[in-house]
């Protein structure tokens, strides 16, 4: 287990896109169609601080020491802005947008040591990456990084997780739509062999003027799992529970916030002398009784917000 397992998922840019704003639909029920205005810029900033802890239940104590002194304590904080700027309609009616990171940055405390992590900071001197939204105004999608010259993936992945495909039908109170989404972690296990799919339900819980508002549920499926780069596997369950607000007249997520709890477990080998009391020597290979490997257990909590705007002077 590695510092970068503090790093999770979820979503730093809520993005939205075109076509003709509020849709008809029967009274009580909404239609939503991304409505951004072709030619204009929107303004998004999101923000996260999620913060790690380890179980020491069932480890030997000498393990459960050098866990702890590694990722004990240890708390991420990552805030970001960004633009969208809409292009003109093309032919086949559908819209290209192009989102650029203006300010991103990211910071590990551990036990009151601070450390930047430069792969998220280093996104803003990065150029645009590229994207439309569908000519019904329902679907965005996003170029995928191709290089150094792009966004890096992992942000590339939770800019797709924040811009859900709007469902074709009315929506009334009470009513949901599922998305499934890519769960990305930040660091090295960005770099995972395997990705985990999470579930997003949308519910609409009531309707304003000019708003649709929702609760947002993350969840993930039993067995759910992600391989490291090293090719040990971790186990994912848990997931995340908030709000979300839609503006019928901007045809965009205004803001969400989801509050997460992630539970993690990965099986790791015991180093020579941690195994037993931790004494040297306990659990040495050439005891038969010795276990070779052990659960790790550990948590990350923390909120999620995410906000977008039409940009000033627009």
């Known amino acids: 287990m590695t510092p970068r397992a503090a790093s999770v998922l979820l979503s ?7 076509v003709p704003a509020a849709h008809a639909a029967a009274p009580g029920s909404v239609t939503l169609r991304y409505a951004m205005k072709p030619g204009a810029g929107y303004d998004q900033a999101a923000s996260m601080a999620l913060e790690m802890a380890v179980d020491p239940t069932g480890l030997p104590p000498a ?24 292009g003109q309609k093309a032919g086949d009616g559908s819209l290209p947008i192009q989102y650029k990171v203006i300010e991103a940055r990211a910071v590990l405390n551990h036990a009151g040591q601070i450390k930047e992590m430069p792969g998220v900071s280093s996104a803003a001197s990065q150029p645009p990456t590229a994207g439309q939204i569908s000519a019904d105004g329902r679907q965005v999608t996003m170029e995928s990084p191709a290089g150094s010259g792009q966004m890096p993936r992992a942000l590339h992945d939770q800019i797709t997780q924040a811009l859900p495909t709007l469902p074709a039908g009315a929506l009334s109170p009470g009513k ?12 090295g296990l960005s770099k995972g062999l395997e990705k985990a799919n999470a579930r997003w339900t949308y519910t609409l819980r009531s309707l304003a003027q000019d708003e649709a508002l929702f609760d947002v549920q993350e969840s993930l ?3 759910a799992s992600m391989t490291m780069s090293s090719g040990q596997v971790i186990h994912l369950s848990g997931g995340g529970k908030g709000a979300a607000t839609f503006n019928l007249k901007e ?12 539970q993690m ?3 790791m080998s015991i180093p020579a002398g941690l195994a037993g009391g931790g004494t040297a020597g306990a659990g040495a290979a050439g005891d038969p009784g010795a276990p070779s490997s052990i659960e790790i257990k ?17």
């Not at 550990?298 to 627009?314: D, E, V, Y």
């Open 12 to 18: 730093t840019a809520l993005l939205a896109l075109s």
């Open 63 to 86: 393990m459960s020491g050098l866990l702890q002194s590694m990722v004990g304590d240890m708390k991420q904080e990552i805030n970001l802005k960004g633009r969208i700027d809409v």
């Open 176 to 187: 949901a739509f599922d998305v499934i989404v890519p769960m990305t972690l930040f660091g």
């Open 221 to 223: 499926p039993e067995n």
């Open 251 to 262: 045809g965009i997520f205004t803001s969400m916030k989801l509050d997460t709890s992630i």
């Open 265 to 267: 477990t990965v099986v």
């Open 298 to 314: 550990s948590s990350i909590q923390g909120p999620i917000t995410m906000t977008l705007a039409p940009s000033a002077g627009r």
